[in-house]
């Protein structure tokens, strides 16, 4: 049996802001965009996405939806096609983590996990080659493909940025993370055109490729890819900088000491923002975004064992950083 839900529940909520003192010498102001219905900001481009493919004639009553994602567009993307009444495969990889795993499950996705690392030792290489191989086995497959799908980043050209500006009169500082690159293509495009005195930070992860860096292992989702997506343009951003995911989890662990428990992207940008503290004045007017909340993580960056077990963390006393809604 199955029944209708109402498609206007799966509508893009406005933020939260929380704002996080302590950490640079001025407040940080964080978007919290786990208010949307699926718990994070990619509920904002799977809606976008799949009404694209739709608008395009490409998704009918018979197609299949199918994404790579190691956690939060996945479970999006679940969400809204259980609600349109199409099937969706997600292909994911190790790092997605149970929680996720369990909500794709449970809007009825099917999930096929790859095991094996590709040459830059990330899984998404991996993750393609399944998808494209499948594509082409089952022409009622539709591949979604974030990576290259400019439905991507005008999503939040659309919503995220404008709920920013619309927000702050003034921004010195954006920092965004980078993953598909969607949110901050988006957002910098928005912001060179609206707000070209913002500064854009893209915080990355050490081991990514996105913006030149040297391969390696990732353990983070969220953050970071082993293979460039054909939308990333590090034209539109004015600095770009790398972080240990070793130095991200300890952050995450002292901002919950504060009250807020964040997800390991938002934890990076953190650590970026801290880095970045020697270049930013006291009065200047910081921002960034929080994907999603560390409910999902709890088995993982917030888990001893599994920390222990990827970085080598004992548990730290963590930092004095005070957080205030």
Not at 144 to 168: L, P
Not at 189 to 204: E, G, L, N, S
Not at 218 to 243: K, M, W, Y
Request: one cysteine or more.
């Amino acid at each position: 049996m199955r029944f209708d839900v109402d498609a206007g529940y799966l509508t893009y909520a406005r933020s939260a802001f929380a704002k996080i003192q302590g950490l640079v010498c001025a407040p940080i102001h964080v978007k919290l965009d786990n208010l949307n219905p699926c718990g994070s900001i990619k509920l904002v481009p799977a809606i976008q996405l799949i009404e694209d493919l739709e608008r395009s004639g490409k998704l009918g009553p018979d197609s299949t939806v199918i994404e790579s994602s190691s956690g939060n567009l996945g479970i999006a993307l679940s969400a809204v096609c259980a609600n349109k009444g199409y099937r969706f495969v997600c292909v994911t990889d190790p790092n997605t983590s149970p929680h996720s795993l369990g909500l794709m499950k449970a809007f009825g996705a099917e999930v096929k996990m790859v095991r094996d690392r590709d040459t830059a030792g990330g899984f998404l290489v991996t993750c393609i080659n399944l998808i494209k191989t499948l594509c082409a086995a089952d022409p009622s497959l539709v591949w979604v493909n974030q990576y290259a799908n400019k439905s991507n980043w005008m999503a939040h050209y659309n919503y995220t940025a404008r709920e920013i500006a619309d927000r702050f009169e003034k921004i010195d500082w954006l920092f965004i993370g980078v993953g598909t690159t969607g949110t901050l293509m988006g957002c910098a495009r928005y912001f060179r055109k609206h707000r070209p005195q913002t500064k854009i930070v893209a915080v990355d992860s050490t081991g990514s490729v996105t913006f030149g860096g040297a391969a390696g292992p990732r353990h983070i989702p969220g953050l970071g890819t082993s293979r460039r997506p054909e939308i990333a343009d590090e034209r539109l951003v004015d600095h770009v900088h790398q972080v240990d995911e070793a130095a991200a989890v300890s952050m995450c662990r002292s901002i919950a000491r504060g009250g807020l428990l964040v997800g390991g992207s938002t934890g990076s940008v953190l650590c970026g923002i801290h880095d970045y503290g020697a270049r930013i004045e006291p009065g200047d007017v910081v921002v960034t975004i929080s994907p999603d909340l560390g409910d999902k993580y709890l088995t993982t960056i917030y888990n001893d064992e599994w920390t222990q077990a990827r970085f080598g963390l004992q548990v730290r006393e963590p930092n004095e950083v005070e957080s205030a809604l």
